[in-house]
Nanobody
Framework: QVQLVESGGGLVQPGGSLRLSCAASGITLDSYAIGWFRQAPGKEREGVLC????????YYKDSVKGRFTISRDSAKKTVYLQMDSLNPEDTAVYYCAAANYCSRRSETFLSWGRGTQVTVSS
């Protein structure tokens, strides 16, 4: 059974940083693309970025380029989302999800975590 568990969210001041983790079990992590999505209050869930099985990074939000970095640790079966220079517009619940390939469409993703809250506020 595939399970994805996000962690690392919290409250951070504008300009601060957070590192989110997505721990996977029940799958061979290197065989899957892992995407990060987010959903802000009152808004639809949106794709943020994705790391392919070949470790290529694909950005879906121009606003996070240069600030967010995705990486994977195969030994720990974990994908990380490093978020720097955070601003209030980044406030959302962040989800990781697994798919056969990267896509901005959430329907492409087969398994989802439950999400972790990120709040950027002074």
């Amino acid at each position: 059974q595939v399970q994805l568990v996000e962690s690392g969210g919290g409250l951070v001041q504008p300009g601060g940083s957070l590192r989110l983790s997505c721990a996977a079990s029940g799958i061979t992590l290197d065989s899957y693309a892992i995407g990060w999505f987010r959903q802000a209050p009152g808004k639809e869930r949106e794709g943020v970025l994705c790391i392919s099985s070949g470790r290529a990074t694909i950005y879906y939000k121009d606003s996070v380029k240069g600030r967010f970095t995705i990486s994977r640790d195969s030994a720990k079966k974990t994908v990380y989302l490093q978020m720097d220079s955070l601003n209030p517009e980044d406030t959302a619940v962040y989800y990781c999800a697994a798919a056969n390939y990267c896509s901005r469409r959430s329907e492409t993703f087969l398994s989802w975590g439950r999400g972790t809250q990120v709040t950027v506020s002074s």
